[in-house]
């Protein structure tokens, strides 16, 4: 069974400042697809950015970029140059190109003016 | 058009009321899905159709009952609920098959039951 691991329930960090997002996980699998969901309180989960695990390079979508390290499973966000906007929850999910999203259990962020 | 419209968006309902939430994509997609989110945690997946068919109940009690009219639209009736039944409800789509990867939200039907 695949699981996913987001060790940090909560995070802060100064406006325009930069704070990365752990996640870890656990599959056999050699093919997947790994996600960042951002949820603000208006509630929409929101896709923040995707990785393609045959892919060796890090997928990267304006201020936000991942650290993919196949071999250690791990799959870290970056928001770099935070603003109040990015205040929300995340989760880290996983998926294997099938139905079944795999989601951590979720990192809160405050964004401190 | 990435949306994925949800109808209401609240919904108070009593323990002996039949209720129905409604989830429209028209993004092509074909596989549509239920979540179940209580506050503070992941979304807990439900049931998933793929191709108008249900292909995965995670063992929902059967007072929730799913249904697909058709590739677009997907409903949830609820009848006899509970009080701990109480959450978030999230419809996701996602392009189906074996070139599923991402999957979009809708915001969700926040739902009472008293």
């Known amino acids: 069974a695949q699981t996913v691991t987001q060790s940090q329930p909560e995070m802060s960090v100064q406006e325009a400042e930069t704070v990365t997002l752990s996640c870890t996980y656990d599959?056999?699998?050699?093919?997947?697809?790994l996600f960042w969901y951002k949820q603000p309180p208006s509630r929409q989960m929101i896709l923040v950015i995707r990785?393609?695990?045959?892919?060796?390079q890090n997928a990267t979508e304006n201020r936000f970029s991942v650290n993919f390290q196949k071999a250690a499973k791990s799959f870290s966000l970056k928001i770099s140059d935070s603003q109040l906007g990015d205040a929300a929850m995340y989760f880290c999910?996983?998926?294997?190109?099938?139905?079944?999203?795999?989601f951590g259990t979720g990192t809160r962020l405050t964004i401190i003016p | 058009d990435t949306e994925v419209t949800q109808t209401p968006k609240h919904l108070v309902m009593g323990m002996t009321n039949k209720k129905s939430l409604k989830c429209e994509q028209h993004?092509?997609?074909?596989?549509m899905y239920w979540y179940k989110q209580k506050a503070k945690k992941p979304p807990e997946l439900m049931f998933v159709?793929?191709?108008?068919?249900?292909?995965i109940n995670e063992s929902v009690p059967s007072r929730f009952s799913p249904e697909c009219p058709n590739s677009s639209l997907l409903n949830l009736h609820l009848h006899a609920l509970q009080p701990e039944d109480s959450a978030l409800y999230l419809c996701?789509?996602?392009?189906?098959?074996?070139?599923?990867?991402?999957?979009?939200f809708g915001q969700g039907t926040r739902l009472t039951v008293v």
């Open positions: 996701a789509s996602s392009q189906g098959g074996t070139q599923n990867t991402e999957a979009f």
């Open positions: 999910a996983l998926n294997f190109g099938n139905e079944k999203l795999t």
């Open positions: 159709y793929s191709y108008e068919k249900l292909s």
């Open positions: 599959t056999s699998e050699s093919d997947y697809y």
């Open positions: 990785q393609e695990a045959y892919k060796q």
């Open positions: 993004m092509g997609h074909r596989a």
